[in-house]
């Protein structure tokens, strides 16, 4: 009789078990974490553009535009322009009709590195929850400075997030089930 039949049941259920999760689990990683990086892909090209624009003498005001959306009702991208002295001037998105209110040093750390990807939730989720992912360019032109965020809510991603993880578990649970069988079929014939 070889080694392998020797263990016992629960030794072999284990090393399988954890062998599965291992796999399960980086595939869950890999694919979340790419739902989570493509989701910054809108704002990254609408950020760096406006950018672009304000430098070149384009108002905020006409970039932004004049219609403003309810960050918690919607999944399109909008943006803020904040001044140097980190005062919003203009915006397309709100929450209860205010400009979104950002996490103490988040200006501070694009002005520092010229960028900043945040993912927040501006509000608390007894007020409904919303998660938003936003891109902060910093901007400079002679003695002109400023920031340009721009985020949508990852209700969708998140949604697909859930979606991925009930399908991960059912194939989890589906793996760990075949191979049990396996082992008690391969024991019962040896």
């Keep these: 009789m070889n080694t392998e039949m020797k263990q016992p049941f629960l030794t072999l259920f284990i090393h399988h078990a954890l062998v599965l999760t291992i796999i399960f689990g980086t595939i869950y990683t890999i694919v979340q974490q790419n739902y989570r990086m493509s989701a910054n892909d809108p704002q990254i090209q609408i950020a760096e553009d406006t950018v672009n624009d304000i430098i070149r003498g384009v108002s905020s005001e006409s970039l932004v535009g004049t219609i403003t959306k309810e960050i918690p009702e919607t999944i399109a991208p909008f943006m803020v322009v904040y001044d140097g002295n980190e005062k919003a001037i203009s915006w397309s998105g709100t929450i209860d009709g205010k400009p ?3 996490p103490v040093g988040v200006l501070d750390y694009a002005r520092e590195f010229g960028e900043n ?34 985020g949508r809510s990852l209700r969708e991603v998140e949604k697909r997030e859930y979606q ?8 989890w649970l589906l793996s760990v089930a075949v191979d049990v069988f396996a082992i008690w079929v391969r024991r019962k014939t040896m």
């Design 100 to 102: 979104p209110i950002l």
């Design 164 to 171: 991925l993880m009930l399908l991960v578990s059912v194939g």
């Design 117 to 150: 990807r945040v993912t927040w939730q501006p509000r608390s989720a007894v007020y409904g929850d919303v998660r938003i992912a936003a891109i902060i360019e910093y901007y400079k032109k002679g003695n002109d400075e400023g920031f340009v965020l721009v």
